[in-house]
């Protein structure tokens, strides 16, 4: 392995998992690049993440936005020269019933949650090739193995089956060059993305996703981004193409 410090790059990071994921990482000596559509926040995440010493640097991205993903990587290659790890984090949410899904929000829905981690690992991967190696990390989820069934209904499972395809074909594709992808499979996991989803659901359906849980409560930020650890580590050196599911038993 390199005896240079590894950079990692953290689409929507400002926040919930993303934020955990980058405080995990960069614990364990990593420079890490906090990417989000909010400046601000990403600054935000930045100054707590700092105050933490941790080595970390906000960078904006857009990731449906091809030419904002190409300045982000270039960004973060122009500071630091390399790029170890992508965890692609961002996606955004649809819960309403597939036949009042209009074909303008499943196509955001895909563009964000599916075409942003195919454009984003397009940008990266040239890189990690030029360096023999590279991990990643897409965040899935439950929903594109069940169905929907929590929160997340026809067009955000779609997207996130698509991202476990995704995961499989690259890593299939790159392995031999160095690159593993894995994905993980998160349930509900309480995050301020997650409480505005709830927000605007029907009282009780918190109660009902914890039902629908054998362990018999939601997800942690801490407790996915523990999982990401691990699979950008030297630990899992030998895993590729696996989804791990950090869910409570919701996919059993």
């Known amino acids: 392995m390199s005896s240079e410090r590894e950079v990692a790059i953290i689409t929507g990071g400002a926040g919930g998992i993303g934020e955990a994921a980058a405080h995990a990482i960069a614990s364990r000596g990593a420079r890490v690049a906090v990417a989000d559509l909010r400046p601000a926040a990403a600054e935000e995440a930045a100054v707590r993440l700092k105050a933490a010493g941790l080595d970390v640097e906000p960078v904006t991205v857009d990731v449906s936005n091809e030419a904002s ?17 992508l965890v692609n984090n961002a ?5 309403k019933p597939f036949l009042e899904i209009g074909l303008e929000e499943y196509e955001r829905v895909m563009r964000v949650n599916t075409t942003g981690v195919w454009l984003c690992c ?5 890189a990690m090739l030029r360096q023999g190696r590279g991990c990643i990390v897409n965040v899935s989820s439950v929903a594109g193995q069940r169905g929907g069934g929590l929160l997340g209904t026809a ?28 994905a993980i499979s998160p349930s509900l996991t309480m995050t301020d993305f997650v409480q505005r989803q709830l927000d605007r659901l029907a009282p009780g359906t918190l109660e009902r996703v914890i039902a629908m ?3 018999g409560r939601v997800g942690q930020a801490a407790e996915i981004a523990a999982a990401i650890d691990f699979l950008t580590s030297p630990q899992a050196a030998f895993v590729a193409g696996h989804v791990l599911n950090v869910d409570g038993g919701t996919a059993m």
Not at 69 to 85: E, H, K, N, P, Q
Not at 122 to 126: D, E, L, Y
Request: charged share 20%; aromatic share 6%.
């Open 91 to 95: 996606g955004v949410e649809s819960s």
């Open 213 to 215: 849980t054998p362990i």
């Open 122 to 126: 397009q940008a990266v991967i040239p």
């Open 69 to 85: 993903v190409r300045a982000m990587v270039d960004t973060v290659l122009g500071r630091w020269g390399r790029i170890d790890i």
């Open 155 to 182: 067009a955000y499972s779609t997207s996130k089956g698509a991202l476990i395809a995704l995961t499989k074909a690259l890593a299939r594709e790159f392995a031999k060059s160095g690159i593993r992808v894995n």
